[in-house]
């Protein structure tokens, strides 16, 4: 079976002649352009025939200039951006590259972190307890604006192809 086929017998219900697979590459890809991303991507499926891609994270929520993280209300200043906000339009770049080269043939998933890991990455363990701590409004804060920032990136996602 092909790899589409095969994917879509297993949803489907039926037999299929081997369990479907997706491999995640865990590179440390941060800062890969959108070309050179979708070509180790595309390495990566070359070596492993996977029957699903999966395009890794490799860039994260880009912080306001100047802004410091240095009390929990600096947590209320994240800004909500846009689904190609500096280096995620690289990421989109790969993403809609790979659906292209695999379009037909494998399915294509797009690995976004949560607002969660994306908060942590940025403001790190120790400071997001002591923001909780201190006042949890202001975390809350800065979730809802990851998380809408997030779903725009998913919105240019899907309606990049």
Not at 17 to 23: H, I, V
Not at 106 to 123: D, E, G, I, K, M
Request: aromatic share 10%.
């Amino acid at each position: 079976m092909k790899p589409i086929l095969r994917v879509e017998t297993m949803l489907a219900g039926e037999p299929v002649d081997r369990a479907p697979f997706c491999l995640y590459p865990q590179y440390d890809l941060d800062l890969l352009a959108g070309d050179v991303l979708a070509s180790a991507v595309e390495a990566f499926v070359e070596r492993y025939e996977p029957d699903v891609v999966a395009v890794p994270r490799c860039f994260d929520y880009t912080m306001p200039p100047n802004l410091s993280l240095d009390r929990a209300s600096d947590l209320a200043r994240f800004e909500l951006v846009h689904g190609r906000h500096g280096d995620w339009g690289h990421q989109q770049d790969a993403i809609r590259r790979v659906c292209r080269s695999y379009f037909g043939k494998r399915w294509v998933a797009a690995v976004v972190p949560s607002a969660w890991t994306q908060l942590h990455r940025l403001a790190g363990g120790r400071f997001l307890q002591e923001a909780l701590r201190e006042n949890s409004g202001f975390l809350w804060q800065a979730l809802d604006v990851l998380t809408r920032s997030l779903c725009a990136f998913h919105r240019q996602a899907i309606e990049s192809g």
